[in-house]
T-cell receptor, first 115, second 113 residues
């Protein structure tokens, strides 16, 4: 069965420091991968998605970037964190059946606090 | 652009009360519709989904949702809630064949025992 892992689970970083959140998926190949940010009262904001190695689509201009160095690895990064980057970051993969796109499966999330 | 609107941000109910959470989306084409749930301390998981066919779909734990195309709505219902239904509920939509799933702001449900 497919599993998705994120780390670290919790991170406290000073303003201006770099960031790297990692997500890996097991049990599937060539998954569509996503980074969302969850903020209270604002639902899930789609940040990036990737349909393959090296292919990144950005949804919201911001201080963050994403990379997909391997088929089942998706990384969220920042060179210099801002206070506004604090939040709960969720990685997800999209189950597909042929050309039918299905539901998302989410990781446990990474809670980032920028001080 | 697609958007999803959930009408209630916070709902408080007593056990055995009926539940209906509203969800409307804005997109004129064919869509797939979802309700996800996040129980306290747990990760987001799928509650139910609609792709095509019968507009009344049933999910886990006695939940159901009805797709009304003319109203662009996909409301979630449960006839009798339990304390264990306390959670945050998210409506979501993706365009059929599209890669992006857009979520509503979520509704926090608290069920009093």
């Amino acid at each position: 069965s497919q599993t998705i892992h994120q780390w670290p689970a919790t991170l406290v970083q000073p303003v201006g420091s770099p960031l790297s959140l990692e997500c890996t998926v097991e049990g599937t190949s060539n998954p569509n991968l996503y980074w969302y940010r969850q903020a209270a009262g604002r639902g899930l904001q789609l940040l990036f998605y990737s349909v393959g190695i090296g292919q990144i689509s950005s949804e919201v201009p911001q201080n963050l970037s994403a990379s997909r160095p391997q088929d089942r690895q998706f990384i969220l990064s920042s060179k210099k964190l801002l206070l506004s980057d604090s939040g709960f970051y969720l990685c997800a993969w999209l189950r597909t059946s042929g050309r039918v796109l299905g539901e998302l499966f989410f990781g446990e999330g990474s809670r980032l606090t920028v001080l | 652009a697609q958007s999803v609107s959930q009408h209630n941000h916070h709902v408080i109910l007593s056990e055995a009360a009926s539940l209906e959470l509203g969800c409307n989306y804005s997109y004129g084409g064919t869509v797939n519709l979802f309700w996800y749930v996040q129980y306290p301390g747990q990760h987001l998981q799928l509650l139910l989904k609609y792709f095509s066919g019968d507009p009344l779909v049933k999910g886990i734990k006695g939940f159901e949702a009805e797709f009304i195309k003319s109203k662009f709505s996909f409301n979630l219902r449960k006839p009798s809630v339990q304390w264990s239904d306390t959670a945050e509920y998210f409506c979501a939509v993706n365009r059929a064949g599209g890669f992006k799933t857009i979520f509503g702001a979520g509704t926090r449900l608290f069920v009093k025992a």
